[in-house]
């Protein structure tokens, strides 16, 4: 996935001619992306305000592609939603989203993986989790979908697997 260029930014503001530069402020990595069917084909994607800095958000850049191939596409919008087109049936697709403001772009949010199926349903794959993290629990692992949990609880020297 494209990556943010590790440069330290800064605002040049009315006060930089006295030196008075101020970091500048990236938003985070937007969050909670889901899935919508919306056609045969078609479907919209979807997806939360970043935690981190969530005002500063100007714009949200959307990069797609099916899995291991080497052609990805893009498209950016200053909405929580974007449509995708004419999906190929029988392949499996990963999204990632990244927001940005005019000092630069957040890292990628947490990949989306689905499948659209022959019969042009889509198929929720693995890999797209929300991480929570409790005082007590070491990881906790709920599925957009709803289909399936997996979860991980420390207990003592050992580690429960749910």
Do not use: C
């Not at 949200?60 to 899995?67: D, L």
Request: net charge positive; charged share 20%.
């Amino acid at each position: 996935w494209p990556s943010s260029v590790g440069r330290r930014l800064t605002s040049r503001g009315p006060h930089a001619a006295h030196g008075l530069d101020r970091p500048a402020v990236l938003p985070g990595p937007p969050l909670n992306i889901q899935y919508h069917l919306v056609g045969n084909k078609d479907l919209e994607i979807t997806w939360d305000s970043p935690q981190k800095n969530p005002k500063v958000v100007q714009w949200y850049k959307i990069f797609w592609r099916p899995v291991g191939s080497r052609v990805m596409y893009r498209n950016h919008t200053k909405q929580r939603s974007i449509a995708l087109h004419d999906l190929e049936p029988g392949t499996t697709y990963e999204v990632v989203v990244k927001a940005g403001n005019h000092y630069g772009i957040s890292l990628h949010s947490e990949p989306l993986t689905f499948t659209i199926t022959d019969s042009e349903n889509l198929k929720p794959t693995l890999a797209y989790f929300v991480d929570i993290f409790i005082s007590s629990m070491v990881e906790d692992r709920f599925p957009i979908s709803g289909l399936m949990l997996v979860g991980k609880a420390a207990v003592g020297e050992g580690v429960l697997e749910l």
